[in-house]
């Protein structure tokens, strides 16, 4: 797999690293990248198996590249780390699809907060979208290069108004454990409303509970394998 992150070799200092802002605490997972973890909620941003592994996985492979469109538009539930968009930036030089990507995100990381994290080595070009798409304005469209357009929309998935219709939907959520109201069969179908005929929902839970809320929504829903240290992973297309 591609090295996307320069390991730090003090561990001990980056674990003391604690936000003042949900109480999020820097954390190294198995693959050598980091999360965050939000006490509050006893929940991790990404799995701690790898976090670079489960992004590549479940939203690069099973979801961008999984769909055959040359111009997708995304919607990803949970800007969070910014993992998931600049992969996805990093995807279309490779693939030459154009994205329109719409992010919500409530609780936006603080400067020394994304600045801390690994992904990407300092000086090199994907460093640099990473930090730009932390630093480029909310609720405002921007292009971070000729094929990648991103809104970062600061606003909660249960009471917002999706702006799009999507082909791919990164569903990015916290788990249903922390955030039961985010995976309701209302929240899926007013998703599924949201999106384009054949369009693709990819997430990295496989309950039973969430794949029927996603069937009750109209999705066509399958169980496919998930990333390392997890079995299965969920698909979903709309019908």
Known sequence: MTQYWKPLWNISAINEFVS???KRTLKITADGSHTFHVSDIDESYHSLHGAIQESLHVFIKEGFLFHPGR????L???????????????ETGKTGKKIRYDSLELYPLAANEY???NYFEKGTRSREIFIRLHEC?????????????????????VTCELP???????FDAFSPRAQPE?????????????MTSGGVLVTYCASGKVR?????SGLLVQKIPGPPGKREMIRGVKK
């Open 137 to 157: 304005e909310w609720n405002r469209s921007v292009n971070i290069s000729p094929l990648f357009n991103i809104i970062k929309l600061q606003c909660n998935l």
């Open 182 to 194: 985010q995976w309701r069969t209302e929240i899926f179908r007013k998703i599924h409303n949201a």
């Open 115 to 117: 600045s801390q994290l």
């Open 71 to 74: 111009e997708l538009r995304i």
């Open 76 to 90: 990803e539930t949970g800007f969070g780390t910014g993992l998931n968009a600049a992969l996805t930036c990093m």
């Open 20 to 22: 003042p802002v949900m």
């Open 212 to 216: 029927r809320n996603m069937e009750e």
């Open 164 to 170: 799009g219709k999507y082909e791919l939907v990164y």
